[in-house]
């Protein structure tokens, strides 16, 4: 047993109901996902809680009330990835599902998994992420809009959808200086935006993009980096059989925006873009060479915000030490 938990939490949640189990109990408890609902099971469940670890999945924002009230009363809680708790499942041939099963699982998951499962915490980040989401959904809408206001019979509604396409640019706008208020007001996602920006087909809205869904750039190698954004190629080959490698895997919202990067930087008269027509000159496919052009971005991306908060580092200790040698002159 742990020596920091003594109990383990695993909480499944829904959008109306939450189900909790802590591990070696072979029932688990459901509660409502509302400030009434959590405080009754904060108050049932208190001695296990304040003494263990809660363990709960990403849910599309639904679990940020459980967090939030479990943290306010100092509770440890650690946000896990979906699809590692996924597979932990599957690693016990367990093929059946259901709130109660993932409630338990979770449990599990938290009681094996203990010793290298940070411990959630809301930062510049996560705002960063959340608002840029809010953006990607409302530039959605104004295409769909656009798209219907466009199609044939669309003009007998025009000036409806003038007044929502209106709307949401407002909208855009209004996230766009939440956006920029918030990379202002933190030096680090300040620094980290404007080196993106120093790679080639990486723009303002691209970098806020990368930081938002990739906020561990910097701080990996390269292959790392590279499978994380979802387009390092995994091999294929098996026996005397060697086949095409493909990418796979990876953060889901990040191969579109580098997509779009490459094909930026590609056209660009860089050294993406020279790389990107050396690779159609040896009879690459224009598909295989973007892809290489994208995982060249990202890679490169996360060198140099490594190099720059290596140094920030450096200027922070030399710094420290000049104030310590300070305090030791006689006055």
Known sequence: MSTLYTHFIGIDIGKFECVANVYGSKTTTSFANNSDGITKFYNEFKSSLEKGLVVCE???????????????????????????????????????????????????????????????????????????????????????????????????????????????????????????????????????????????????????????HMPEIGTMNQKQAASLAGVAPHPNQSGMKNGYRRTRGGRRQMRPILFMSALSASRSKSVLGDFYQHLLGNGKPKMCAIVAVARKIIVIANARIKEALAAAQKNDEALASLKREDSMVPA
């Open 58 to 212: 990403v849910t599309g924002g639904y679990e940020r009330l459980v967090i939030e009230q479990l943290q306010n009363h100092e509770i440890a809680v650690h946000r896990a990835n979906g699809r590692q708790v996924k597979n932990f499942i599957r690693s016990y041939g367990i093929i059946g599902k259901n709130d109660h099963i993932d409630a338990k699982a979770l449990g599990a998951y938290a009681f094996e998994r203990h010793p290298k499962l940070a411990l959630y915490e809301r930062n510049a980040h996560e705002s960063l992420r959340e608002a840029n989401e809010r953006r990607d959904d409302l530039v959605r809408m104004r295409t769909a809009e656009k798209n219907r206001s466009s199609a044939p019979g669309g003009q007998s509604c025009a000036t409806s959808f003038e007044a929502v396409i209106s709307v949401l640019n407002a909208q855009i706008e209004l996230i766009d200086t939440k956006i920029a208020t918030l990379i202002a007001s933190d030096p680090e996602l300040l620094m980290k935006i404007e080196m993106l920006k120093t790679v080639p087909g990486v723009g303002n809205v691209v970098a806020t993009a990368i930081l938002s």
